[in-house]
């Protein structure tokens, strides 16, 4: 693995072994990846790191790495110079795959970001936020129930996974006899997400991907007429018949923003949920501060929980036009990558960063975004799930822990768990 500084930066060397854009760096224990990050935020300015050209493409093309709080926090903040629109992820989206599903809006820039921002803020009333609120309570206890009743070995399976896949179907109003097949296509949509790829699965697997996405975009689309022309009291509706501006979300659009759902609202739940019982697990003085006092405590130990594991670890941006950053000359469409999980641990910030504590305030982490046209619109919800999800497990089974370390899945993406072994004593009353 090689790091490359830009000639403009000013950054200074770095360890040849810390190289951001070679998959072998995100096979690394996350302890090895968390020092060579710190390793970045002592240089004076973002570092340069050369990507490897897709097969038969070239030249080679990079980004430079933004790994401090403020910087992230810039880079989400300055809309304008930082902009979406070619694609926040690595690799950037084709543009043949978004004229087939459609632009997500992580994608998309102002004024076409906005409009489809009003609209799905339009959509989210406080009746239905409200609804939404009841129903995480009801399906937070019905979850514990089934863990009570089948000792499952499996928190995400049984539990991480479930909690916001039936939220985000019960708002959504997608009917229970789908559901199943939804869950079966977004797992095939977003497996190896991950680095770790064997070769077959690298040829295979984006073809059987995009597949999952066409049908599973199909189901929604199929809903979203008929509640076109049946609406009912559901998400869905409220988007295909909100009128904004004389505009309203197209099937497509329903589709993307579907997917953009089942990734925000999801699987970052899921992995969030799943990290915090393995931390509270990995720290005993912290869960018992936690029991001690659930109505204190459980806010704060949510936002550690995401401040600490970072759901999403990256997201990219390109320069609309020169800029200058931390003495750093950024030149109009070169890229930077903001790294979410780096800004998380920033010193500058966060006292003894690395440490996991429930009473940390403030916690201005990044978990959620920088800020910004992009900061994350379900914050609140995804917040409201691991609250109450929490406080149901640890009233029922104050003896629930983890009896392993959780599986992770190596990624650049998220900081994804695939299995969390687990274990309760006896439930109370």
């Known amino acids: 693995m090689s790091a490359v500084a830009g000639t403009s930066t000013g950054a200074g060397s770095v360890r040849a072994d810390i190289d951001l854009a070679d998959p072998r760096f995100w096979k690394l224990p996350p302890t090895a990846r968390a020092s060579a990050f710190a390793e970045l935020r002592r240089l004076p300015g973002p570092v340069f790191f050369t990507e490897r050209p897709a097969a038969g493409k070239h030249p080679a093309k990079g980004f430079h790495a933004l790994v401090r709080h403020a910087d992230v926090?810039?880079?989400?903040?300055?809309?304008?110079?930082?902009?979406?629109?070619p694609g926040v992820t690595t690799p950037e989206p084709a543009r043949w795959v978004r004229t087939l599903f459609g632009d997500s809006m992580v994608n998309?820039?102002?004024?076409?970001?906005?409009?489809?921002?009003r609209i799905i803020s339009r959509a989210f009333t406080p009746r239905l936020l409200a609804r939404a609120e009841d129903d995480i309570r009801r399906v937070a206890a019905r979850l514990v129930d089934r863990v009570i009743e089948r000792r499952p070995?499996?928190?995400?399976?049984?539990?991480?996974?479930?909690?916001?896949?039936?939220?985000i179907c019960n708002m959504m109003g997608i009917p229970e006899e789908p559901r199943r097949a939804i869950l079966d296509q977004v797992n095939h949509a977003s497996e190896h997400t991950g680095v770790d790829r064997p070769l077959r699965s690298r040829i295979r697997i984006p073809g059987r991907g995009l597949r999952a996405l066409a049908r599973m975009q199909g189901m929604v689309a199929d809903l979203g007429r008929e509640r076109r022309r049946h609406p009912t009291d559901d998400l869905i509706s409220a988007l295909v018949t909100a009128d904004v501006d004389?505009?309203?979300?197209?099937?497509?659009?329903?589709?993307?923003?579907?997917?953009?759902?089942?990734?925000?609202?999801?699987?970052?739940?899921?992995?969030?949920?799943?990290?915090?019982?393995?931390?509270?697990?990995?720290?005993?003085?912290?869960?018992?501060?936690?029991l001690s006092d659930l109505d204190r405590h459980l806010g704060g130990t949510v936002d550690e929980i995401i401040r600490h594991a970072t759901p999403i670890i990256q997201f990219r941006r390109?320069?609309?036009?020169?800029?200058?950053l931390n003495g750093t000359r950024l030149a109009k469409g070169g890229k930077v990558v903001l790294f979410f999980g780096s800004a998380n641990r920033d010193e500058a910030v966060f006292a003894d960063p690395?440490?996991?504590?429930?009473?940390?305030?403030?916690?201005?982490?990044?978990?959620?975004?920088?800020g910004g046209p992009h900061y994350c619109l379900g914050a609140h919800l995804a917040r409201q799930e691991m609250k109450v999800l929490l406080r149901e497990l640890f009233t029922r089974l104050p003896d629930l822990r983890a009896t392993g370390a959780p599986e992770l899945v190596p990624s650049n993406f998220d900081n994804r768990v695939k299995s969390l072994p687990?274990?309760?004593g006896t439930p109370t009353a």
């Open 108 to 117: 998309l820039d102002d004024p076409r970001h906005a409009q489809l921002r």
């Open 354 to 370: 690395d440490a996991f504590d429930i009473t940390r305030s403030p916690n201005p982490h990044l978990g959620f975004g920088g």
């Open 73 to 85: 926090v810039e880079a989400s903040r300055n809309a304008g110079v930082f902009i979406s629109g």
């Open 422 to 424: 687990f274990t309760f």
């Open 153 to 167: 070995a499996d928190f995400v399976s049984s539990v991480a996974a479930e909690l916001p896949f039936q939220v």
């Open 318 to 324: 390109t320069l609309a036009t020169d800029h200058e």
């Open 246 to 290: 004389g505009r309203r979300l197209t099937g497509r659009e329903l589709g993307a923003f579907f997917s953009l759902l089942l990734v925000a609202g999801v699987e970052t739940t899921r992995n969030a949920l799943t990290h915090g019982l393995s931390l509270l697990t990995e720290h005993p003085g912290q869960r018992e501060l936690l």
